[in-house]
């Protein structure tokens, strides 16, 4: 049974810097590749940055930049650091993790950008 949880959201100001982390309880060995997703208020949900088992980073369009992702193999964590955040990366972020060919989501985090 594979398990994620996303922690780190919460208020932060227009020009500040947040990291969300991505716990994944169970076979975080087999983990192929980890991203995020965020879905602004009724908006749909879209991909934003990823980091693959050997810790290659890709940032989106959205976020390039000021994106920097991080796979901690002693703790089974992939941490998501944004810096200069907008008003517009207002939304909340989803963490799902790729094992063989199922994929595992977290249920979601709020970061709001708000002075």
């Known amino acids: 049974q594979v398990q994620v949880m996303e922690s780190g959201g919460g208020l932060v100001q227009p020009g500040g810097s947040l990291t969300l982390s991505c716990v994944v309880a169970g076979d975080f060995f087999n983990v192929k590749r980890t991203d995020w997703y965020r879905q602004p208020p009724n908006k749909e949900r879209r991909w934003v940055a990823g980091?693959?088992?050997?810790?290659?980073?890709h940032c989106g369009d959205s976020v390039k930049g000021r994106c920097t992702l991080f796979r901690h193999n002693h703790n089974n964590t992939v941490t998501f650091q944004m810096g200069s955040l907008r008003p517009e990366d207002t939304a909340t972020y989803f963490c799902?993790?790729?094992?063989?060919?199922?994929?595992?989501w977290g249920q979601g985090i709020q970061v709001t950008v708000s002075s």
């Open positions: 799902t993790v790729k094992i063989g060919s199922d994929d595992f």
């Open positions: 980091i693959s088992s050997l810790g290659t980073m």
